[in-house]
């Protein structure tokens, strides 16, 4: 590979980081607003103009308190999870299927199955690490939860693999002209949804994070740089899972400014949905994962084996 090739694969990936850390920045804005108006109250999102200065007051805010020292943490891997989180959130974005520039994954799908699952050591050992019994808790909920729809989740997206027959996600789009698999798998697409919810740990299934009965869930312990970290990483991973919801089921991607529009709508879903569903019970959770989604997802896998079987 020419070395220009390289410094353009580099920048490419510095600007993609940029963007990302941009829009995480501007979806917490857009989080307070839409919660704000939703309950009808004031939010702190009123610094400079329409508050667009305030995600970098936060950001500020954040980075500069003071760093927490546990005495009876394991400190280095209790230190280094929320950065390994946050940077596997990141090596997700490589995923878009970029037209230019970037690498293009013709197992895209395989990728992003591995990273979410890697995503589950980072908060287990961030709740292990602290030595706090809250943590701890949190921590084994979060995991028991995200275990729990990634069966769901790659089975569900099994069945839109099945019937474009390649992991890649470029591949989506040729196969979403005439109509959406939105429409075309219509009870598979919700499920995938919420699915995308839970393995993100919003609302309604943030069980991580009860506030009646575990304080703030795996990151109570953490302060300041930590904590920052790990707020980023989950925001990553909505815009992410909205992008990936969009190429699969809502037509692909396309440069234009629709691609970009359905995905900041997919974003105000999530927020809209955490300012309108009350918490579930956690048993609810799981019984909906293990008695419903799966059979779901299970059935129509063996009917779009069939539909492709009998089309080809």
């Not at 990302?20 to 607003?33: D, P």
């Not at 690498?103 to 199955?113: C, E, P, Q, R, Y």
């Not at 949905?273 to 989604?293: A, F, I, Q």
Request: hydrophobic share 55%.
């Amino acid at each position: 590979m020419m070395f220009m090739d390289l410094i353009n694969i580099m920048l490419g990936i510095l600007l993609l980081v940029i963007g990302v850390s941009i829009g995480v920045a501007f979806l917490t804005l857009l989080e307070r607003k839409v919660l704000g108006y939703i309950q009808i109250r004031k939010g702190p999102n009123k610094m400079g103009y329409m508050g667009l200065l305030q995600p970098f007051c936060d950001a500020i805010k954040l980075f500069s308190k003071e760093q927490m020292y546990l005495n009876y943490s394991n400190y280095l891997v209790y230190y280094f999870s929320p950065v390994m989180s946050f940077m596997l959130s990141l090596m997700l974005w490589t995923l878009i299927p970029y037209v230019f520039n970037m690498i293009t994954f013709n197992l895209g799908i395989l990728f992003f199955l591995c990273c979410t699952s890697m995503g589950v050591y980072t908060v287990m050992i961030a709740g292990w690490s602290s030595n706090s019994n809250y943590s701890l808790l949190g921590g084994l909920r979060a995991v028991a939860q995200t275990i729990s729809y990634e069966v769901s989740l790659s089975l569900i997206m099994m069945s839109s693999l099945i019937m474009i027959m390649d992991f890649n996600l470029m591949k989506f789009y040729e196969y979403q002209e005439m109509i959406w698999l939105l429409f075309m798998m219509m009870p598979l697409s919700l499920c995938f949804l919420s699915s995308l919810m839970a393995e993100t740990n919003r609302t309604p299934f943030d069980f991580a994070e009860g506030e009646s009965e575990l304080v703030s869930g795996f990151n109570i312990e953490y302060s300041s740089g930590g904590f920052a970290l790990i707020f980023l990483a989950e925001y990553s991973s909505i815009l992410f899972m909205s992008m990936l919801f969009v190429v699969m089921y809502m037509g692909g991607y396309y440069m234009n400014l629709m691609f970009y529009l359905k995905l900041v709508f997919l974003s105000f879903f999530f927020v809209w949905v955490r300012g309108t569903l009350p918490r579930y019970r956690y048993d609810k959770l799981m019984y909906l994962c293990w008695k419903s989604y799966l059979p779901i997802s299970l059935n129509y896998l063996l009917f779009f084996m069939g539909l492709k079987m009998i089309l080809f």
